[in-house]
């Protein structure tokens, strides 16, 4: 069993930058593979990155590739999501989520934990 609490969300112009944090509770965070997903109004909730138990391995939507980057810190149960160069159709509401795995699950259905989201709003 994991909790998951994000913070680093909010209001920010766009070409500006945002860094997300997930803080997982739980001993054997570093065994879990950890992603951040996204849900704007009316759309399904859509990966956005993944990062390995080890963080060696990342996979990142076509739609943030080079502008955004997952990072985790194992020691701090922590993982993290810099977005630089924030475009309006970024704005959705950003979930971290955790899965014991030792591979790089990166559809939503895989994943079995999830914290309560962040809201990040980007204008134009």
């Known amino acids: 069993q994991v909790q998951l609490v994000e913070s680093g969300g909010g209001l920010v112009q766009a070409g500006g930058s945002l860094r997300l944090s997930c803080a997982a509770s739980?001993?054997?965070?570093?065994?879990?593979?950890m992603g951040w997903f996204r849900q704007a109004p009316g759309k399904e909730r859509e990966i956005v990155a993944a990062v390995k138990w080890s963080g060696g391995s990342t996979y990142y939507a076509d739609s943030v590739k080079g502008r955004f980057t997952i990072s985790r810190d194992n020691a701090q149960n922590t993982v993290y999501l810099q977005m630089n160069s924030l475009k309006p159709e970024d704005t959705a509401v950003y979930y971290c989520?955790?899965?014991?795995?030792?591979?790089?699950?990166?559809?939503?259905?895989?994943?079995?934990?999830w914290g309560q989201g962040t809201q990040v709003t980007v204008s134009s």
């Open positions: 989520a955790a899965k014991p795995d030792l591979g790089l699950p990166v559809h939503v259905r895989e994943y079995a934990y």
């Open positions: 739980g001993r054997t965070f570093s065994l879990y593979a």
